[in-house]
């Protein structure tokens, strides 16, 4: 069974600084992970997807990195703003099966003070 | 362009009650989903569907029940609710693992 984990469970920064959200999973034969954000109260909106056979990929100040055979994602936020402040979810497709069936991880939880 | 609307966004539910949460999708998306989020954890899957007709159990289906009869509408059952199904529930749908989640029903069961 796929297990996602994220460290920290929560992260408080001051604005400006760059910083690093980690995911790790159990079962690498994944199909692809995404980055989502969640809002208090709110829905999940997606940030970022990663191809199994993709390395990382980058939208504007957020680059998310992929290393399928440790089992490790990460997300990379530059110049935290206090808007960045939301709750942060990687979620895996499985390899077989059903692909589009996620996987979530528990979310580190981000607070950028002013 | 609403994309997945959610209704109610807030319930209290005796113990022993039935309700259903609806959900529905304007953008045609074939693919729909039922999670849970219980404070502090991630989303867990209760029931998906890859179709109209075509339903499927999750990871925690135990005490729902779904059905889908048209492409847009991904009702979720809750027969003898129970208070361990206080939780935050999140409707999606997804096209080509492009996912539109809806803003949730916090539901308590009392």
């Known amino acids: 069974k796929q297990e996602v984990t994220q460290i920290p469970a929560a992260l408080s920064v001051p604005e400006g600084e760059n910083l690093v959200l980690n995911c790790s999973f159990t079962d690498s034969a994944i199909y692809n992970l995404q980055w989502f954000r969640q809002d208090p109260g709110k829905g999940l909106t997606s940030l970022l997807l990663i191809q199994s056979s993709q390395r990382e990929q980058t939208s504007g100040r957020l680059n998310a990195s992929l290393d399928k055979s440790s089992g490790r994602s990460t997300l990379y936020i530059a110049a935290s703003q206090p808007g960045d402040s939301a709750t942060y979810l990687c979620a895996v497709s499985p390899l077989t099966g059903t692909a589009s069936k996620l996987t979530f991880g528990t979310g580190t939880r981000l607070q950028v003070t002013l | 362009n609403a994309g997945v609307t959610q209704t109610p966004k807030f319930h209290i539910l005796k113990i022993g009650q039935s309700m259903t949460l609806q959900c529905t999708q304007d953008?045609?998306?074939?693919?729909m989903y039922w999670y849970r989020q219980d404070p502090g954890m991630g989303l867990k899957l209760i029931y998906y569907?890859?179709?109209?007709?075509?339903?499927d159990k999750g990871e925690v289906p135990n005490g729902y029940n779904v059905s889908r009869s048209t492409t847009e509408d991904f009702p979720l059952r809750l027969e003898l609710a129970a208070p361990s199904q206080t939780s935050v529930y999140f409707c999606a749908s997804a096209e080509n693992y492009g996912y539109t989640f809806g803003s949730g029903t916090r539901l308590t069961v009392v």
């Open positions: 953008m045609n998306h074939n693919y």
């Open positions: 569907s890859v179709g109209a007709g075509i339903t």
